[in-house]
């Protein structure tokens, strides 16, 4: 009789808590079942497709004009990114792959420099100088311009593809201020108005002509 109690204290001590946490072991993560945080599916990592023939060609290329040294890494990224605007990820997995660096290199690299992106870009680039003199001589009103013709806010890009807007810090040419810079040349001593006209003129004079 005295087993039997105890036998029976023992099952009741371990109980409900102990039994929700077995069971929810099986079907979500046991923390998240004691929380009471709704398990979240693990979403499955889009597969990184292959290069292409052409592409595979248009790396070569880009590879074998620096020897294909891996420490010309960052000279091999800028042509890439300025073959397609951005930094496609199949392309820096094969990059990788090829010269035997760990991808994280090559990332490590991607996001350190502002002009290599990992996001898709537009056609066209045009950053607005947020730096000190230009934000005091009017960026913002630019920035708004901007973000009010195309319908995009800053570091996004136009649905069609086109135009990206992006903002950077002082690029050195205060005296031109406030400075767009469109597809890499500069526009200095930019006004709203100003801007809306060379936005325009860009799809006809962006750099493809
Ligand atoms: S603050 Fe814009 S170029 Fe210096």
């Known amino acids: 009789m005295a087993d039997g109690t105890r036998t029976t204290t023992k099952r009741q001590a371990r109980g409900p808590r102990a039994a929700a946490t077995a069971g929810a072991g099986k079907g979500r993560g046991a923390a998240g079942a004691l929380l009471g945080v709704p398990a979240m599916p693990l979403k499955p ?62 990332y490590r690299v991607a996001t350190f420099f502002r002009a290599l992106s990992l996001e898709p870009r537009g056609r066209h680039i045009c950053t607005v100088c947020i730096g000190t003199t230009c934000h005091v001589r009017g960026a913002p009103k630019l920035i708004d311009k901007v973000e009010r013709d195309l319908g995009i806010k800053a570091g996004e890009t136009t649905a069609d593809m086109q135009m990206t807007l992006e903002t950077v810090g002082c690029v050195g040419a205060c005296a031109l201020g406030p400075l767009v810079v469109l597809d890499g040349k500069y526009h200095g001593h930019m006004t709203p108005e100003k801007l809306g006209k060379v936005l325009k003129k860009t799809p006809e004079e962006g750099k493809d002509n």
């Open 45 to 106: 990592r889009p597969a990184i497709p292959a290069l292409a023939p052409e592409e595979r060609a248009s790396l070569d290329a880009v590879m074998a004009r620096y020897g294909n040294d891996p420490a010309s890494v960052l000279a091999m990224l800028q042509d890439i990114n300025d073959l397609h605007n951005y930094l496609p990820r199949h392309w820096l997995e094969e990059l990788a792959a090829r010269l035997k660096i760990p991808r994280t290199r090559l």
